[in-house]
T-cell receptor, first 117, second 112 residues
Framework: GAVVSQHPSRVICKSGTSVKIECRSL??????MFWYRQFPKQSLMLMAT?????????EQGVEKDKFLINHASLTLSTLTVTSAHPEDSSFYIC?????????????FGPGTRLTVL | KQEVTQIPAALSVPEGENLVLNCSFT??????LQWFRQDPGKGLTSLLL?????REQTSGRLNASLDKSSGRSTLYIAASQPGDSATYLC???????????FGKGTHLIIQP
């Protein structure tokens, strides 16, 4: 159980375009999902916390108008990178906590590799 | 602001050895600590979770300990195998609704 999927796994786009990444909890409902970013040879950095039915909470330094997060249902959160630029090229990965699981362990999706040309 | 440090940054050992990976965190007010494994270009695999009230957790050849008051955790890998080669990440969270703060990881290579 506790499977999280992401789509697409890899995307290449031109500078200035927008890219949407989906994060789904397949076998549980997630009221809270998290979005992280990982640059090459760096660790994961929390970007934002996605709450179902309410606005996302962004970490300091993350532009909310550039990284649009929508958590419209208990199984789906989306991250849209608007007007992407080469510096946005990164590995984006989401996670979800499983309600009722002791310790609130987070389970991660397989990640999305974004390359902006 | 929570900071997580992992030592060593890289480690290469022969197959069969027992090894210890270290993790330290600056704010002891954590909710839980998780150890993950990340293979190159891949997502994260959760290995062990230790709640703040616990001292250790075990899964197979893996044992993780937590000393919350001193801000330290160790991951012990027994009888290492080439398949254990990966980057191991330590992460903590301050609350159930909070995201994780990650260390930079230990890149582990097990030589056949």
């Amino acid at each position: 159980g506790a499977v999280v999927s992401q789509h697409p796994s890899r995307v290449i786009c031109k500078s200035g375009t927008s890219v949407k990444i989906e994060c789904r909890s397949l076998d549980f409902q997630a009221t809270t999902m998290f979005w992280y970013r990982q640059f090459p040879k760096q660790s994961l950095m929390l970007m934002a916390t996605s709450n179902e039915g309410s606005k996302a909470t962004y970490e300091q330094g993350v532009e909310k108008d550039k990284f649009l997060i929508n958590h419209a249902s208990l199984t789906l959160s989306t991250l849209t990178v608007t007007s992407a630029h080469p510096e946005d090229s990164s590995f984006y990965i989401c996670s979800a906590s499983v309600p009722g699981v002791i310790g609130l362990e987070q389970f991660f999706g397989p990640g999305t590799r974004l390359t902006v040309l | 602001k929570q900071e997580v440090t992992q030592i060593p940054a890289a480690l290469s050992v022969p197959e069969g050895e027992n090894l210890v990976l270290n993790c330290s965190f600056t704010d002891s007010a954590i909710y839980n600590l998780q150890w993950f494994r990340q293979d190159p270009g891949k997502g994260l695999t959760s290995l062990l979770l230790i709640q703040s009230s616990q001292r250790e957790q075990t899964s197979g050849r893996l044992n993780a300990s937590l000393d919350k008051s001193s801000g330290r955790s160790t991951l012990y890998i027994a009888a290492s195998q080439p398949g254990d080669s990966a980057t191991y990440l330590c992460a903590v969270t301050g609350g159930g609704a909070d995201g994780l703060t990650f260390g930079k990881g230990t890149h582990l290579i097990i030589q056949p």
